[in-house]
Nanobody, 119 residues
Framework: VQFVEYGGGLVQPGGSLKLSCAAS????????INWYRQAPGQERQWVAR????????DYTDSVKDRFTISRDNTKNTLYLEMKNLKPEDSAIYYC?????????????WGQGTQVTVSS
């Protein structure tokens, strides 16, 4: 399993960014996938989740109505569109999958992409 996140950067408050996460090494269309984020000195926080076919999504309260998670199963790619960004959204953003490997449940993470919201 491999995730490569990209699309992060520096944006002013109120601005927008769209993150992408390219997945490989597993059957992407079979699994729920998550976005998490981690700010300096803080625990990693769950942000959003999407079902295998993209028909169900869920968000942490602080990003509802501002962030949209989506996926393209033909491209094995996950997205996170972020609007009306706030300084408190600054963090490293990660793709995440939990999958049973035949013995136990295993967490898989990408390397992350940095989002900085600042004027």
């Amino acid at each position: 399993v491999q995730f490569v996140e990209y699309g992060g950067g520096l944006v002013q408050p109120g601005g927008s960014l769209k993150l992408s996460c390219a997945a490989s090494g597993f059957t992407f269309s079979r699994y729920f996938i998550n976005w998490y984020r981690q700010a300096p000195g803080q625990e990693r926080q769950w942000v959003a989740r999407i079902s295998a076919f993209g028909d169900n999504t869920d968000y942490t309260d602080s990003v509802k109505d501002r962030f949209t998670i989506s996926r393209d199963n033909t491209k094995n790619t996950l997205y996170l569109e972020m609007k009306n960004l706030k300084p408190e959204d600054s963090a490293i953003y990660y793709c995440h999958l939990v999958r049973y490997n035949g013995v136990k449940m295993v967490d898989y993470w990408g390397q992350g992409t940095q989002v900085t919201v600042s004027s």
